[in-house]
């Protein structure tokens, strides 16, 4: 159970380009997601809180214009890089939760973006 | 604010040795804390999490973590490493008072290498 799906699991496009990556709970309904992005052999760096029908909070430093994130349902966020540059290469990883914060966060397998 | 310590980059131990890999945590409230594993180019997998109860939590794989309340410490352990636990490890922590969307610190990862 538990099982969180993130799709593309690659990406490699011109810059200047707009990517969006999905990422869905598949087997329970997530109320919170979560999206964070990873430098190599680093630690993950969280980018943005997704609650399903409200806006996204962001941390501080990471731009709303260029990282727009949609929780449209419970089973279902998607993170779209705007205008994609060269510094926007990296991993970037979903999770997602039930309305508990004594639950595990559930992640995905990530997605490899490489900006040309 | 909460944060998370993990002193090794890279833990080496023999395949059949004991196994552990060391966290410590700061939180101003109560703790919840987790252990994650990731596989190269992969999302993080739950390992298992301390909420409350016993000190001692057993979880996958094998693996288990001692709650340590006064030495602000959750060691993640395994009695006997196999060359398939080879991953990078991340302890986190959530500060179940003052955090109510289930937001995790994570630690910045240790590197688990075993050998044959």
Not at chain 1, 81 to 88: I, K
Not at chain 2, 84 to 98: H, N
Request: proline fraction near 4%; aromatic fraction near 12%.
């Amino acid at each position: 159970g538990a099982v969180v799906s993130q799709h593309p699991s690659r990406v490699i496009c011109k810059s200047g380009t707009s990517v969006k990556i999905e990422c869905r709970s598949l087997d329970f309904q997530a109320t919170t997601m979560f999206w964070y992005r990873q430098f190599p052999k680093q630690s993950l760096m969280l980018m943005a809180t997704s609650n399903e029908g409200s806006k996204a909070t962001y941390e501080q430093g990471v731009e709303k214009d260029k990282f727009l994130i949609n929780h449209a349902s419970l089973t279902l966020s998607t993170l779209t890089v705007t205008s994609a540059h060269p510094e926007d290469s990296s991993f970037y990883i979903c999770s997602a939760t039930v309305g508990y914060s004594n639950q595990p966060q559930h992640f995905g397998d990530g997605t490899r973006l490489s900006i040309l | 604010a909460q944060s998370v310590a993990q002193p090794e980059d890279q833990v080496n131990v023999a395949e059949g040795n004991p196994l552990t890999v060391k966290c410590t945590y700061s939180v101003s409230g109560n703790p919840y804390l987790f252990w994650y594993v990731q596989y190269p180019n992969r999302g993080l997998q739950f390992l298992l999490k301390y909420i409350t109860g016993d000190n001692l939590v057993k979880g996958s794989y094998g693996f288990e973590a001692e709650f340590n309340k006064s030495q602000t410490s959750f060691h993640l352990k395994k009695p006997s490493a196999l060359v398939s636990d080879s991953a990078l490890y991340f302890c986190a922590v959530r500060d179940a008072t003052t955090d109510s969307w289930g937001k995790l610190q994570f630690g910045a990862g240790t590197q688990v290498v075993v050998t044959p």
